[in-house]
Structure formats: structure tokens, C-alpha cells
């Protein structure tokens, strides 16, 4: 049996075209994981070391895991996903398992990305006393796999987290999440492209003021202007239960009071 509740390799579904704002971390995505993994004969013949793995950080819902997905399915690469606190909870020697069994799924795979989200549950200071057990066992497995990756070809660690000030840092040895991404809240631009995106199968009145919406939501991040798009949604029903369209009003007044949860400390 699995030590994992759910481990799937899958193909996700999401292209570039359903993501706003992010156009400047697709080709640094695509030179870190594109390239290793399916051109691995080119690294070879110039001889430079392809990276085995990445770390994307930056505030939370601010596309990390939506761009880490769009580059699999564009560039038909598989997609492994596994949260970093899944890995704890275990028994003794169950969590060590699991990361084997992760990484054995992902070589069966390849060319595979293997996403762990929340890695910051696993690499917080090691000599915490707490916590140390289990963490240290699953930090040590997973350097364990990756320093062996050199044979396992096919195979790129994706790592996200929000919290890049208390990761471990034998995770970021070279030959290990060796390239640093920084993924931060969209721009003005960036904002108005989220928006059309999120808009593009609400039925809206015409001529809604994009522009003006990306100005008053300055700090969302792209989770954020998700939520006030369904919002706007919400408060036309309320007007009106068997509401046509939403109207420019009910996004602007959903941008007034939109949530803005990126605080100073978490942007670069
Ligand atoms: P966390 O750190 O909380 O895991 P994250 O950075 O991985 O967040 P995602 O999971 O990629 O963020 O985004 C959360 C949700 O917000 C997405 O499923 C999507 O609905 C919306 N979203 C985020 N960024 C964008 C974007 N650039 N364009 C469109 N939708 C977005």
C-alpha cells in the first residue's frame, strides 16, 4: 500500500493562455525545467550541468503552482504534486517511504516535474527540537534522492514556498534547488490580463473599465482578483437574483472592498 493518501502522475490542463501577468517567469521557467528535460543531449554536448531543481517563492496566491503546471502542459511534461506537510504526518519511517515512493513514481513518468508545495514544512531549521524527528528524516531522504538524480534523468523538483527565510540550506546546495525564482504580484498590466482572464466566461456588461479595475486592486495578487471577480458576481444576484449580467458597478464596488493580503514584508 502507498504511504500517500494520493499520489497521481498527471498531465495538467492549464496553457499559458489561462494565466495573466506572468509572462516575463515563462522563459526562466522554460530554460530551467524545459530545457534539462527534454534537451538533456545538449547539456551533454556543451558540457553545463542542467539543474535538478528550482525553487518558485513569493506571497501566496501569486501563481506559483499555476505557472509550474502551464509550462508541464505546454511542454507535454508530467506533473507529480505532493505538499510538504502530507510528508510528516506519518509514522516513523512511513515519511522516508514516501519520498521514495514519490520519486520512484516520477522516474516512472519522466520526463516528470515533482511539485512539492509548502517545502518550507520540511526545511525549517533542522535543530528545532519540536519537530526535528520527522523532518530531519524526510529532508534527508529527499537530498538522498536528489543527489542521485544524475542517473534518474528525466526528472526536475519543483519547490514552492512562501516562506524562503526559513528554508534548510543544504536544500539549496548547488546540485540540488540550485536556480532561485521569484514570483511576485502581478503589475498593473498583469492585473488587467488576470482580469480579462477571469472575466472570459461571466457573462459582463460591455465596456467594463479593465483598466480602471487593475488600478484599484493595486497589490492583489492573482488569487485575490479570482475572488473579487466572484464576488461582483454575488453582489449582482443579490440585487437581483435572476441577474442578466454583472455591471461595471458591482466591479467596482467589489474592487473597493476587495482582500488585499500581501503585506510589505512578503514582496521583494
Ligand atoms: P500558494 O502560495 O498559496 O500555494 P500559489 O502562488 O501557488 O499560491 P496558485 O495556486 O498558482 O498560487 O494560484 C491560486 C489561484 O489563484 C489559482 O488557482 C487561480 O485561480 C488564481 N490565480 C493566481 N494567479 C493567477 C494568474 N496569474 N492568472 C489567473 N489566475 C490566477
Redesign the pocket.
Known amino acids: 500500500p502507498s504511504a500517500l493518501r494520493s499520489l497521481i502522475v498527471e498531465t495538467p490542463r492549464v496553457s499559458w493562455s ?5 509572462s516575463h517567469i515563462r522563459e526562466r521557467l522554460r530554460e530551467a525545467i524545459e530545457w534539462p528535460l527534454l534537451h538533456p543531449e545538449t547539456f551533454a554536448r556543451l558540457g553545463v550541468q542542467p539543474t535538478k531543481g528550482l525553487l518558485l517563492y ?1 506571497p ?7 505557472t509550474a503546471k502551464a509550462l508541464a502542459t505546454e511542454s507535454g511534461i508530467n506533473f507529480l504534486s505532493v505538499k510538504g506537510p502530507e510528508l510528516l504526518n506519518k509514522y516513523v519511517g512511513e515519511s522516508e517511504r514516501a519520498v521514495r515512493e514519490v520519486f520512484a513514481k516520477a522516474r516512472a513518468g519522466a520526463p516528470c516535474i515533482i511539485f512539492f ?1 509548502e517545502i518550507d514544512a520540511l526545511g525549517t531549521a533542522r535543530n528545532d527540537d519540536r519537530t526535528s524527528g520527522a523532518h530531519e528524516g524526510v529532508l534527508t531522504s529527499m537530498l538522498n534522492e536528489m543527489d542521485g538524480i544524475q542517473e534518474l534523468q528525466g526528472v526536475i523538483v519543483v519547490a ?1 514556498t ?1 516562506r524562503p527565510d526559513v528554508m534548510d540550506s543544504a536544500l539549496m546546495r548547488p546540485g540540488r534547488l540550485d536556480k532561485i525564482l521569484y ?1 511576485g504580484p ?1 503589475d498593473a498590466r498583469g492585473r488587467e490580463e ?1 482580469l480579462r ?2 472575466t472570459r466566461h461571466m457573462t459582463i456588461e460591455a465596456g467594463i473599465d479593465f483598466a480602471l479595475l487593475a488600478q484599484m486592486t493595486e497589490g492583489c ?3 485575490e482578483l ?1 475572488a473579487m471577480c466572484q464576488d461582483a458576481a454575488t453582489l449582482a444576484m443579490r440585487e437581483d437574483v435572476n441577474a442578466p449580467y454583472v455591471s461595471r458597478q458591482h466591479f467596482e464596488k467589489a474592487a473597493k472592498h476587495v482582500r488585499k493580503g500581501i503585506t510589505r514584508e512578503m514582496v521583494e
Not at 18 to 22: F, H, Q
Open positions: 489561462d494565466i495573466g501577468g506572468v513569493g501566496p496566491g501569486c501563481s506559483k503552482t499555476l508545495d514552492a512562501n514570483v502581478p488576470i482572464i477571469r495578487s492573482g488569487a479570482t
